[in-house]
């Protein structure tokens, strides 16, 4: 019996870790960041992230982007400082990141919340300029280097999801709230997202 009790304690961290964020986990989110609640929504995403360490899937990604997005908004909310926004963010390097869709756009055109493809020394990226709901603040400028070569013209007009890998995390040297962050990915991916 005492073997039995000590083989439970030494594989049950790992059971614990194995379970997967649930799509009905990833839309409990969503209420606290459609009504800007970014407190909740980074307590439920850091809740989330937290017991599924060796998950790997997209929801897990989204869940993460959201956790970085949350806690950028805190920062224009004085929940969060910068020095903890960037602790927390740092955690995530190295991590699947997936963001949610957004309208792309021509390159030649302005917009919050949208993707655009731009290049930038040569290399063809995605950018994405996300913005609080009255567009007083910008949470996250994302920046992705595709794996596979895009191209645009396939992609504009439609509704389009990026991730990759998060690469590093940059964060406002003023520390105004103009803007929080700058997230950079690498191996990224754009798919088309049909509603």
Known sequence: MKFLAIGILIFLPGVIHAQ???????KSVIPYLQNEDFKSAFEKTNQLLSSTRNDSSDIRGIVTYMNIFSAAGMVTANQMTYDDFTKNANRHVGQWIVMPAHPCIDSTALGYNSLKFVMHNGILKGMT????KSKTTILCFEYFVYKEPIHPSRYIGKNVRCGGILESIEVNP?????WVSRIYIRDAFARVVTP
Do not use: G, L
């Open 20 to 26: 997967v964020i649930t799509h009905d986990d990833f």
């Open 129 to 132: 300029t996300t913005a609080n």
């Open 174 to 178: 003023n520390k105004s709230t103009i």
